[in-house]
C-alpha cells in the first residue's frame, strides 16, 4: 500500500481557474484606467509674486501634466466680496 496513492479521482480546480480570470481582468482593468487617475495636481503660477496685490496686471498660469482641465474659475475675494476674475473651460469631445 502505497501513502501516496489515493482512490478520489482528481476534479478539475474550478475555483483556481475563476480566481486567476478574476485576477487577470482587475490587472487589464487597472492598466486599461491608469491614465484616468492622475497623480501630479494641477500647477498655479502667479505673477508677479508678491504679497499684495496693486494697480499691476495680475497673470495667473494654469498648466497640467496629465490629461488636462475641463474649466478654471479665477476668483478674487476680499472678506466677505468675491469676483470671479476670468472663468474659461474646453469644450467636451
Given at each position: ?71 478654471v474659475t ?20
Amino acid at each position: 500500500m502505497n501513502a501516496f496513492n489515493s482512490e478520489k479521482p482528481r476534479r478539475f480546480p474550478v475555483f483556481t481557474v475563476l480566481l486567476l480570470i478574476v485576477i487577470a481582468g482587475l490587472a487589464v482593468g487597472a492598466y486599461y484606467l491608469a491614465p484616468r487617475f492622475e497623480r501630479s495636481a494641477p500647477q498655479i503660477t502667479l505673477t508677479p509674486d508678491t504679497d499684495v496685490l496693486g494697480q499691476a496686471p495680475l497673470e495667473i498660469v494654469v498648466t497640467d501634466q496629465g490629461a488636462g482641465l475641463k474649466s478654471v474659475t479665477a476668483t478674487l475675494s476680499v472678506g466677505a466680496r468675491s469676483t470671479t476674475s476670468r472663468a474659461s473651460s474646453t469644450p467636451s469631445p
